[in-house]
């Protein structure tokens, strides 16, 4: 009898054991599951952080290398090349231009000179950069009471102004030299054109190096083909005939023949710049 319920208790205790020991597998794969899923959990936070951060500090850099690079509509950044007298110029010191200058419609040039008024059009949307120092040195009377130094009758038609230097009694002793604190660099070039610079047109006057321009132009009053090297500025729109009544009257040759200041002097009384 005692032997029966010994096999009793043995299989009762063996049974037990088995569903402790079924249980405790059944726990421990539970357990490897969750730490499975927990692990796959915290590196798609971790991953989906770090993709945040990266995404939040590449916007951030987007958005201040946006605003760096990128100026205002209808405008664009310039280059103003600091200009103080070493490479030889005679520097009128006029201050420096804004960085960033309109690029879209037009603009008016008014000269009141001693002999009538001489107007241009200006494209600021082909000129932009020298339409805006244009505006500057206009705003500062830059060019008021110069007088155009320049006048060249044999091949070159043009007649040259801007030089602030060439004021006064003294200013036929101007080499054309003279301009403003800052140059900066061409644009506007009449590549391929015939004439590169027809009647009418009004360009800048530079020297042989790059990025020369500054205050000095010239007005063609007869179709001249030079380097396409100047920047065009506008066309005269009045007071062209002003020109040719000068160029009419020649030059006193002090730089060769048919070069020369004007015989015929022509005087800016004032400069200004305003949209059309």
């Known amino acids: 009898m005692s032997s029966i319920k010994d096999r009793q208790r043995a299989a009762a205790r063996a049974r037990l054991e088995k569903e402790m020991a079924e249980r405790a597998s059944a726990a421990r794969k539970r357990r490897q599951r969750q730490a499975i899923i927990g692990s796959a959990l915290a590196v798609v936070v971790i991953a989906g952080a770090a993709w ?16 760096a690079a990128a100026p205002p509509a209808g405008t664009v950044a310039c280059t103003w090349i600091p200009e103080d007298g ?43 950069c020298t339409a805006g120092a244009f505006t500057h040195l206009a705003s500062k009377q830059f060019w008021d009471n110069t007088k155009c130094h320049r006048l060249t009758t044999e091949g070159i038609k043009v007649l040259q102004c801007g030089d602030p230097t060439a004021t006064g009694k003294g200013w036929r002793k101007s080499d054309g030299s003279g301009g403003p604190s800052f140059r900066y660099a061409e644009e506007n070039l009449p590549v391929n054109a015939k004439p590169a610079y027809p009647k009418g047109t009004i360009a800048m006057a530079k020297t042989s190096a790059p990025s020369s321009t500054g205050s000095q132009f010239f007005i063609v009053y007869e179709d001249t083909d030079l380097p396409p090297d100047y920047t065009v500025l506008g066309t005269i729109t009045k007071g062209l005939d002003i020109v040719e009544g000068v160029a009419k009257a ?12 004007p015989k015929k002097e022509i005087t800016i009384d004032s400069l200004t710049m305003a949209a059309a």
């Open 52 to 67: 945040w951060i990266v995404a939040a500090l590449g916007n951030d850099d987007d958005k201040s290398t946006d605003t």
């Open 86 to 128: 070493s490479s030889g110029a005679k520097v009128k010191d006029a201050g420096t231009p804004p960085p960033n200058v309109p690029n879209v419609g037009k603009a008016t040039m008014t000269m009141n000179t001693n002999l009538g008024v001489i107007t241009a059009e200006v494209d600021q949307s082909k000129a932009p």
């Open 250 to 261: 020649g030059s006193d040759n002090s730089n060769g023949q048919g070069d020369g200041h």
